[in-house]
């Protein structure tokens, strides 16, 4: 079987089998809406992959969770399609077809996929989704071709769309904010835990603007522009979507410290043992209690300790009351413009599910 036969066959057992694993953990309204929109799109991903260079394609395909290496077909998690759903219920919102948004939706889909390849290497990070991530299963090299490859790939498949001029430069303006959110969030791991240079937090929410929520808007907005919308109403679901990606990376920074180990796959603790900047670190950092909780983090000999102490100093609760507010400001973006309302109420289903977890 060549490689992108294995990918095509691969994603489409794949959207099946997901989905009946992600069930019970996602809820009944986000698992339908999740698997509904990963159906219509999973053959149109798993074909513009199949175009790829076979071996890029293999590298492509193992990403998604398709294929082992070599090409054997695999059946593991390769996410639960946020960004493409997005991309769906973008072009819907805007009183058009759901397929409508799919080329977007690829499109955003291979671009996560290539940031990922390109983080891991960045961060030394050996593992993805349980198993070893794409630089380690085949190389530094490779994987960064495979990501330039996915990168590529994403920009032709909306230049081939009507309107793609639009497309194509609503992508870009996301992509310079991503690796504008890289950059900072690098160099936030050089910075010191305390005084004039230490991070602060209305830095990291611009970090976490960038590095998350600028594709997250982009995706809802990409499905809105293929499908005909108002600029207005495109540049209304970026801004909802920047707010939820801000508002979905501090719910996983409290994750990342106080989160149950059988929900999120990392150890309690995780982000402390690795001396992240998180919000709640940062919060805690600038209480009366920042300069015991920086030696704490400096030796990262306690995590435990460390966490109990961001905890009294208020990071936690200050953390969920930000993740609040930004969700608070997706609904007042959602609200500002006309959109179908059951596109609408299937978007503010979907925000639910990625804001509103055990934290």
């Not at 990291?204 to 207005?232: D, F, I, N, Q, W």
């Not at 920074?253 to 940062?282: A, N, Y």
């Amino acid at each position: 079987m060549t490689v992108s036969s294995t990918a095509v066959e691969a994603a489409r057992q794949d959207a099946v089998t997901h989905d009946e694993r992600q069930h019970d953990a996602v809820g009944p309204d986000a698992h339908r809406i999740l698997h509904r929109c990963r159906t219509l799109v999973r053959p149109a991903l798993a074909e513009a992959v199949g175009r790829l260079h076979p071996w890029v394609g293999e590298m492509a395909a193992y990403s998604f969770g398709w294929c082992e290496v070599g090409g054997a077909p695999a059946v593991t998690s390769g996410g639960k399609g946020v960004r493409q759903t997005l991309a769906v219920l973008g072009a819907e919102a805007a009183g058009a077809s759901g397929r409508d948004g799919v080329a977007a939706a690829v499109a955003v889909e291979l671009v996560h996929a290539f940031s990922l390849l390109h983080d891991d290497i960045m961060d030394g990070d050996a593992d993805r989704r349980r198993r070893p991530a794409v630089w380690k299963a085949y190389g530094t090299g490779p994987a960064v071709l495979a990501g330039d490859a996915l990168f590529a790939l994403a920009v032709e498949t909306l230049a081939e769309q009507p309107g793609g001029a639009a497309a194509v430069r609503t992508l870009c303006v996301a992509l310079g904010d991503l690796v504008r959110g890289q950059a900072d969030d690098l160099l936030f791991a050089d910075r010191p835990w305390t005084g004039p240079e230490r991070v602060r937090p209305d830095e990291y929410r611009a970090m976490a603007e960038h590095k998350t929520g600028s594709l997250l808007g982009c995706a809802a907005a990409l499905g809105a522009v293929l499908g005909g919308a108002a600029p207005e109403t495109a540049a209304a679901l970026d801004r909802a979507g920047r707010h939820l990606g801000i508002a979905f990376q501090i719910v996983d920074d409290v994750l990342g410290i106080w989160g149950d180990p059988r929900v999120t796959g990392k150890p309690v603790h995780g982000d402390l043992r690795e001396r992240k900047k998180t919000l709640p670190v940062l919060v805690a950092l600038g209480s009366p209690q920042g300069g015991r909780l920086a030696a704490l983090l400096e030796t990262g000999d306690d995590p435990g300790a460390a966490a109990e102490l961001i905890e009294r100093a208020g990071g936690r609760a200050a953390a969920v009351t930000e993740a609040r507010r930004h969700v608070a400001a997706v609904e007042t973006a959602l609200a500002g413009v006309p959109l179908e309302a059951t596109a609408r109420g299937e978007l503010r289903s979907l925000l639910g599910f990625l804001v509103r977890r055990d934290v």
